[in-house]
Nanobody, 115 residues
Framework: QVQIEESGGGLVQPGGSLRLSCAAS????????MNWYRQAPGKQRELVAG???????NYEDSVKGRFTISRDNAKNTVYLQMNSLRPEDTAVYYC?????????WGQGTQVTVSS
């Protein structure tokens, strides 16, 4: 059974930091591309950051220089380090694992940036 589970969300003040974690089980994690998406109220889900099986990363423009995605294949875990957070980063953040026709999602974790 495939499980994708996010953790690490919460309430943080503008300018603060959070680190999201996503633990995967039931898949050969090391060969999967892992992604972080987010969805704010009233908006479409958008890709925030992705990391390939080989470690190549990509970022949505508004988070470049502030967010860092990384993976630990030994722990079947992908991380999203978020620094200099802004109110517009407030959203539910989802972890996604994808390869070919296989596409798995977590339930999401809420990130709220507010003073």
């Amino acid at each position: 059974q495939v499980q994708i589970e996010e953790s690490g969300g919460g309430l943080v003040q503008p300018g603060g930091s959070l680190r999201l974690s996503c633990a995967a089980s039931g898949i050969p994690f090391s060969i999967y591309r892992m992604n972080w998406y987010r969805q704010a109220p009233g908006k479409q889900r958008e890709l925030v950051a992705g990391i390939s099986s080989g470690g190549r990363t990509n970022y949505e423009d508004s988070v470049k220089g502030r967010f860092t995605i990384s993976r630990d294949n030994a722990k079947n875990t992908v991380y999203l380090q978020m620094n200099s957070l802004r109110p517009e980063d407030t959203a539910v953040y989802y972890c996604n694992g994808a390869i070919g026709k296989y596409d798995y999602w977590g339930q999401g974790t809420q990130v709220t940036v507010s003073s």
